[in-house]
């Protein structure tokens, strides 16, 4: 079992900067794909960013691409996703989760790939 829990959402200004953490505890992260997913209210959940158990791989939408940074620091066992040029569309709770483990050089977009889920931060950004 993974427990994961975010941090870091917040109120920020268009063209603004966030930084989101996601710790993870219960066992170790090493061999875990991890991604970021999104959503804002009345819409459905979007993938955002996916990184390999290594942080070699990453995978963004493009919606982000070009903005948004996703990294790992599997010694502190912990997720991030630096989010800059924000925009009110980036508007949304964002949730990381974490996949079984099984070393995935490619990590999974698909949120169903992922078995454990953090809570979710809000994320506002003001026009």
């Known amino acids: 079992q993974v427990q994961l829990v975010e941090s870091g959402g917040g109120l920020v200004q268009a063209g603004g900067s966030l930084s989101l953490s996601c710790a993870a505890s219960?066992?170790?992260?090493?061999?875990?794909?991890m991604g970021w997913f999104r959503q804002a209210p009345g819409k459905e959940r979007e993938f955002v960013a996916a990184i390999s158990w290594s942080g070699t791989n990453t995978y963004y939408a493009d919606s982000v691409k070009g903005r948004f940074t996703i990294s790992r620091d599997n010694a502190k066992n912990t997720l991030y996703l630096q989010m800059n040029s924000l925009k009110p569309g980036d508007a949304a709770v964002y949730s990381c989760?974490?996949?079984?483990?099984?070393?995935?050089?490619?990590?999974?977009?698909?949120?169903?790939?992922?078995?454990?889920w953090g809570q979710g931060t809000q994320v506002s950004v003001s026009s």
């Open positions: 989760a974490a996949d079984q483990g099984g070393f995935r050089v490619n990590p999974p977009s698909r949120a169903y790939d992922y078995n454990y």
């Open positions: 219960g066992r170790t992260i090493i061999g875990v794909a």
